[in-house]
Every structure is written in structure tokens, then in C-alpha cells.
């Protein structure tokens, strides 16, 4: 996003690597799951799409 401000963002970059590895980690595969299990749910929940109209009935 282009809203935050270079000093926000280093702020937020000092706090992140302060954070052990482990725990960086931890916190981008809980992230990469919650983003999988959302598209998962999405796809379960969208309608297939229509067919094309054809002539032929």
C-alpha cells in the first residue's frame, strides 16, 4: 500500500526483525494459511460459472 509513510514503515520493519526467526516464521506460515483456507472457502461458496447461450435447445 502506498498510504503508509516511510517512517511507519521502517518502524515496522525494526519490530519485525527484532522478532526471533522462529516466531517470523511461525507468523508467515499462520498468515500463508489463513490466506489458503480463505481462498479454499471462496471457491466452495462461488457458483459455477454460466454456460454460453446457445442456439440449440
Do not use: V
Not at 509513510?5 to 499462520?30: N, V, Y
Not at 481462498?39 to 462461488?46: P, Q, T
Not at 454460453?52 to 435447445?57: F, G, R
Amino acid at each position: 500500500m502506498e498510504d503508509t509513510s516511510p517512517e511507519i514503515k521502517k518502524i515496522h520493519l525494526k519490530i519485525w526483525l527484532a522478532k526471533p526467526p522462529e516466531e517470523r516464521l511461525r507468523i508467515a506460515l499462520e498468515d500463508n494459511e489463513a490466506q489458503f483456507a480463505l481462498w479454499r472457502e471462496l471457491k466452495k461458496n462461488l457458483r459455477p460459472p454460466l454456460q454460453p447461450l446457445t442456439d440449440e435447445l
